[in-house]
C-alpha cells in the first residue's frame, strides 16, 4: 500500500493537477453559493474543460467542483436564508439564525471546519475500506433501502422544531409532490392531467429555490424599512479550534453517518445532513437551543453532507456505480479518458486511484484555504442593502429554475412554490419537511414496490434480513425517543 | 386557534386528494396484481397521513383552547419594522405574473432587467443610476454566464442576435 500511495502521490504531485483541483474548488464554492445554481450546474459547466485534459487533472477538476459545491451551498444558507445546495437548506436552520445574532462569521467558519473535517473522514473512508464499504452497500437491496428511508424520514420530527404536526402536515405535501408524473411500475400518468410537462414529475431545483430562495426575497416587501437593512452580518467573533473540536461527538458521529449513507448509491448529501442534524439534537443536553442558533447544529448539517463526498466515490470506483448526478458525471469522465471505473481498476490502474486519493485530500485542504479566504470577501457582498441584493436573488432563482430543463415550466413551479413557501413561513409550517420528503419520497415509494415486486407481493420481505430489522428498530426508538422527549419538555414547562 | 382551523383546513384538503383527485388524477391499470402495486395506492397512503396529522393538529389545538382559551399572542414587532399595509405584498407578489408571462414572449433578459428595477424600487432603493446599473448589469451578467460559460440556452428573445 505504501508504494501504491508513493506512486500516486508522484503521478498527482504534478501543476496541472493541483491546478486543476484548485480551480475545481473554487469554482464549487462560487456557483455553490449562489442561490438558483447547483452543485450539479457547476459540474456541467466545468465538463467540456476536462475532454482536454489528461485523467487525473481531468477527474480532480470534477472532485474539486464537488466539495467546493457541498460548502458552497452552506455560505448563501448562513447568509441569506437560501440555500444553494439541498443539503444546505439543514444548515440553514441553525446558520441563518447565528448569521442574524450578529455571528455570520462564526457560523461560516464552523460550516467550513465541519465541512473539511467531513470531507476529510470520507477520503480517509475511501482510501482505506473502499473495498469492505462497497461490499457492504452491495448488501443493501429494495427492502434495505426502503426501511432506510423509513428512519431517515423520521427525521421529520427533529427539522420541525415544536412543531411536529406541522412537520409530518407539510412532509406529507412533499410526499404527494413527488408522486407527480409517470409511475415507473404501470406506465401511467399521475397528477398530469394531461399535460406534457408534468409527465416528467416536478424537478428538485425549482422546488428547492422557490420554497427558501423566493420567500426570503418577497419577506423584505411585508416590513416596512426591511430593504434597508443589511442581509446579515459576519461579526468580529471567529471560532477558535477549542470551540470548534468541542462538538467532536457530533463531527465524528455526522462523519460516519455520512460515510454510511454516501456508500449507498442514490440517497445523497440531503438525507445525510438532516440525519446528522437530527441525531446531534436528539443527543444533545439542550435540544431546544437547535433551530436558534446553535452552531452544534451548522457542525452536524455540514459533516453530514460534507462526508458523503469521498463516500460515494466508493460505489463508483470499487463498483463502477455512481452513487449521484455528479458521480455520474464523474464516471463519464472517466470513460472519456479510457478508463473504467471497477474492480478492474484496482488492478490495472492502481497508480490512478491512489493519485485520486491523493488529490481528494489535497482537496480538502485547499477548501479549507478557499473558504478562509473567501469569508472577509462574503462579508463585503453582505453589506449590500437587501433592496439590491434580494430582487438579484430572484432574477437568479428565475435563470436557475429554467436551466434545469432549459423548461419554462420549472420557473412556473418556482414561483409557485415560492408563494407556498411564503405561506407556509406566515403559518409557521416548517419548510425543510416538505424538502426532505420530496427528495426521499420517490425512494420510498420505488424502493417499497420493487421489493413487493421481488417477494410476489409478500409483506415478509421487509423482516427478512438483519438490515430491515436493525432499521425497523432504529425508527421506533427514534419515534419513541421523540415522543417522550416531548412529553418531558411539556413537564418541565 | 389558527392550528384548530388550519387541522381542519388540511382534513378537508387530505378527503379532497383522496377522494377527488386521485381518481382524477391517476390513471390506474384494469388489472393489478396486487393493490400495493397500483399507481393510487401510494398517494392514498399520502393522503391518509395528511388527513390523520390534520386531524391531530385538530384534536391537539382543541384540547389546548379548552384547557387554556383562545387567544395567540403576538409577536412583537420593532419600529423599525412594522408590518406594511395591502399594497406593497400585493404588488411584490403580483409582480411574478407579468415576469413570468413577459419572459414567455420575451426571454429571460429584458423581463429581468424590468423585474429587477421593479422590485428593488419596491424595497425601497430610489437611487436611478444605482437601480438603472445594477437593474442591467446583473442580468446581462447572469445571462452571459449561462449562455458563453455554462453553454446553457437562454432564450432572450428580440436581443439574441446581440448576445449569440
Given at each position: ?13 504534478d501543476v496541472?493537477?493541483?491546478?486543476a ?9 462560487i ?9 450539479v ?12 485534459l ?24 448562513i ?11 439543514c ?23 465541519a465541512?473539511?473535517f467531513?470531507?476529510?473522514v ?6 482505506l ?5 462497497a ?5 443493501f ?22 412543531q411536529i ?5 407539510t412532509?406529507s ?15 401511467t400518468q399521475?397528477f398530469s392531467f394531461?399535460y406534457?410537462?408534468l ?16 420567500p ?13 437593512k443589511v ?7 471567529g471560532?477558535?479550534?477549542r470551540?470548534f ?13 455520512g ?38 447544529g451548522?457542525?452536524?448539517a ?25 458521480t ?7 470513460m472519456?479518458?479510457?478508463?473504467q ?8 490502474n ?8 491523493m ?9 479549507m484555504a478557499v473558504?478562509?479566504?473567501l469569508?472577509p470577501?462574503l ?20 435563470y436557475g ?14 414561483m ?5 413557501g ?11 419537511p ?10 420510498l ?11 410476489q ?12 430489522w436493525?432499521?425497523w ?21 | ?8 383546513i ?17 390513471q390506474?391499470p ?108 446583473l ?19 428580440p436581443?439574441?442576435g446581440l448576445?449569440r
Open positions: 500500500m505504501i508504494e501504491n500511495l508513493l506512486a500516486g502521490a508522484a503521478l498527482f504531485a496541472h493537477s493541483i491546478l483541483l484548485f480551480v475545481g474548488v473554487i469554482i464549487g464554492v456557483i455553490g453559493a449562489i442561490p438558483g445554481m447547483s452543485t450546474l457547476a459540474v456541467a459547466v466545468v465538463l467540456p474543460f476536462t475532454f482536454t489528461a485523467p487525473i487533472p481531468a477527474i480532480l477538476l470534477l472532485a474539486g467542483v464537488y466539495k467546493g459545491g457541498m460548502y458552497g451551498g452552506s455560505i448563501s444558507a447568509l441569506i436564508n437560501s440555500p444553494g445546495t439541498p443539503a444546505a437548506s444548515t440553514m436552520l441553525d446558520g441563518y439564525p447565528m448569521a442574524t445574532q450578529g455571528k455570520g462569521r462564526k457560523a461560516l467558519q464552523m460550516s467550513l471546519y465541512s473539511c467531513g470531507d476529510m470520507s477520503n480517509i473512508a475511501l482510501i475500506f473502499a473495498a469492505w464499504l461490499s457492504f452497500a452491495l448488501n437491496g429494495a427492502p434495505e433501502l426502503f426501511t432506510l428511508v423509513v428512519f431517515s424520514l423520521t427525521i421529520v420530527a427533529s427539522v420541525s422544531g415544536d404536526l406541522k412537520g409530518v402536515i412532509a405535501i412533499g410526499l404527494a409532490l413527488a408522486t407527480v408524473g409517470t409511475d415507473f411500475i404501470a406506465g399521475r394531461d406534457t410537462p409527465r416528467g414529475g416536478i424537478s428538485l431545483v425549482p422546488v428547492l429555490i422557490g420554497l427558501f430562495a423566493l426570503e426575497v418577497l419577506r423584505i416587501y411585508f416590513r416596512s424599512k426591511a430593504g434597508n442581509v446579515a452580518v459576519l461579526g468580529s467573533d471560532l477558535s479550534v470551540e473540536f468541542q462538538h467532536w461527538r457530533t463531527l465524528l458521529r455526522g462523519s460516519f453517518i460515510v454510511v449513507l454516501g456508500v449507498i448509491p442514490g440517497l445523497g448529501a440531503t438525507p445525510a445532513a438532516f440525519l446528522s442534524y437530527g441525531e446531534a439534537r436528539r443527543l444533545s443536553r439542550d435540544p431546544n437551543s437547535f433551530g436558534k442558533g446553535n452552531p452544534e451548522v457542525a452536524a455540514e459533516v453530514g453532507n460534507s462526508s458523503v463526498g469521498g463516500a460515494t466515490m466508493i460505489p463508483l470506483l470499487a463498483l463502477g456505480i455512481p452513487g449521484d448526478v455528479i455520474a458525471v464523474i464516471l463519464g469522465a472517466f472519456i479518458h479510457g478508463l471505473p471497477g474492480p478492474l481498476l484496482f488492478q490495472s492502481i497508480d490512478v486511484i491512489y493519485a485520486l486519493f488529490g481528494l485530500m489535497a482537496g480538502s485542504l485547499m477548501l473558504g478562509m479566504l469569508i470577501t462579508g463585503r457582498i453582505i453589506r449590500v442593502q437587501r433592496a439590491l441584493l434580494l430582487p438579484g436573488v430572484l432574477v437568479l432563482s428565475v429554475s429554467y436551466a434545469v430543463n432549459n423548461s419554462f415550466i420549472d420557473v412556473l413551479t418556482m409557485i412554490m415560492g408563494v407556498i411564503l405561506l407556509m413561513v406566515a403559518f409557521a409550517f416548517p419548510r425543510a416538505l424538502l426532505i420528503a420530496f427528495v426521499l419520497g420517490p425512494l415509494e420505488d424502493n417499497f414496490r420493487q421489493s413487493l415486486l421481488m417477494s407481493g409478500s409483506w415478509n420481505i421487509f423482516f427478512n434480513s438483519p438490515i430491515t436493525l432499521f428498530t432504529l425508527t421506533v426508538l427514534s419515534i419513541v425517543g421523540t415522543v417522550l422527549t416531548r412529553m418531558r419538555a411539556r413537564k418541565g414547562a | 386557534m389558527r392550528d384548530l382551523i388550519e387541522g381542519v388540511f382534513v378537508f384538503i387530505g378527503l379532497f386528494v383522496m377522494y377527488w383527485l386521485i381518481p382524477a388524477g391517476v390506474v384494469s388489472r393489478m396484481p396486487n393493490p400495493a402495486l397500483s399507481p393510487a395506492f401510494w398517494p392514498g397512503i399520502v393522503s391518509g397521513l395528511l388527513i390523520a396529522s390534520g386531524a391531530l393538529l385538530t384534536i391537539q389545538s382543541g384540547v389546548r383552547l379548552l384547557r387554556f382559551g383562545g387567544g395567540q399572542k403576538k409577536p412583537e414587532v420593532s419600529g423599525e419594522e412594522l408590518p406594511v399595509g395591502f399594497l406593497k405584498p400585493a404588488l411584490a407578489l403580483g409582480l411574478l405574473v407579468p415576469y413570468y408571462l413577459a419572459c414567455l414572449y420575451l426571454g429571460l433578459l429584458i423581463p429581468s432587467i424590468f423585474a429587477y428595477v421593479a422590485y428593488a424600487f419596491l424595497a425601497g432603493q430610489r437611487s436611478v443610476p444605482v437601480l438603472l446599473c445594477s437593474g442591467v448589469l442580468p446581462v451578467a447572469v445571462t452571459l454566464f449561462f449562455v458563453k460559460i455554462a453553454n446553457i440556452l437562454i432564450p432572450v428573445g436581443l439574441d448576445i
